[in-house]
T-cell receptor, first 112, second 115 residues
Framework: GDSVTQMEGPVTLSEEAFLTINCTYT??????LFWYVQYPGEGLQLLLK?????DKGSNKGFEATYRKETTSFHLEKGSVQVSDSAVYFC???????????FGKGTTLSVSS | DSGVTQTPKHLITATGQRVTLRCSPR?????VYWYQQSLDQGLQFLIQ???????AKGNILERFSAQQFPDLHSELNLSSLELGDSALYFC??????????????FGEGSWLTVV
């Protein structure tokens, strides 16, 4: 079935460091892909998405490119800030088009 | 603020009991999703309603049920509660049937602790 695998955390970085959070997926066809972010005590918020192969989603300095060859959707940011500390979830739309399937989440901690 | 309202925010109850979690979607959103977030299972899709009708079921236990009312608010009923049901339950809403159709907005969740 459809599934998402993302790198285990926590990821600990200093401010202004480069961030990569790996995400790979297993699915039939080419599902829409998403990154959501969860700040402490809050619900999930959509960070970015890509709906077809080679699309690049971007928002707030974060980017991810839909790579069908490697079934990946890695999240990157060139210079992280303390305010980026949160849990990041990679997700795909299931084949039936009825739900998002989430990875287990990666905790990012950025220190000044 | 996502516009999705969930109540209660926190709930502590005993094993064997029944609870109801309530969700008010964003104004105008017809689609409501319920998710369970636990440490071991991560975020699990439970069920989706669209305009009052059940559209999809995920990993929802038979002890759990949900419904969406004519005013589009939704309730998730959890019965015969077990310790393992302790989790954060999220409601999310969207204007479209399909998740990729438009942004899905999540509420802040209802923390359920079963003791």
């Amino acid at each position: 079935g459809d599934s998402v695998t993302q790198m285990e955390g926590p990821v600990t970085l200093s401010e202004e460091a480069f961030l990569t959070i790996n995400c790979t997926y297993t699915a039939t066809g080419y599902p829409s892909l998403f990154w959501y972010v969860q700040y402490p005590g809050e619900g999930l918020q959509l960070l970015l998405k890509a709906t077809k192969a080679d699309d690049k989603g971007s928002n707030k300095g974060f980017e991810a490119t839909y790579r069908k060859e490697t079934t990946s959707f890695h999240l990157e940011k060139g210079s992280v800030q303390v305010s980026d500390s949160a849990v990041y979830f990679c997700a795909l739309e299931n084949q039936a088009g009825t739900a998002l399937i989430f990875g287990k989440g990666t905790t990012l901690s950025v220190s000044s | 603020d996502s516009g999705v309202t969930q109540t209660p925010k926190h709930l502590i109850t005993a094993t064997g009991q029944r609870v109801t979690l309530r969700c008010s979607p964003r104004s105008g959103d017809l689609s409501v999703y319920w998710y369970q977030q636990s440490l071991d299972q991560g975020l699990q899709f439970l069920i989706q309603y669209y305009n009052g009708e059940e559209r999809a079921k995920g990993n929802i236990l038979e002890r759990f049920s949900a419904q969406q009312f004519p005013d589009l608010h939704s309730e998730l009923n959890l019965s015969s509660l077990e310790l393992g049901d302790s989790a954060l339950y999220f409601c999310a809403s969207s204007s479209e049937k399909q998740p990729s159709g438009n942004t899905i907005y999540f509420g802040e969740g209802s923390w359920l602790t079963v003791v």
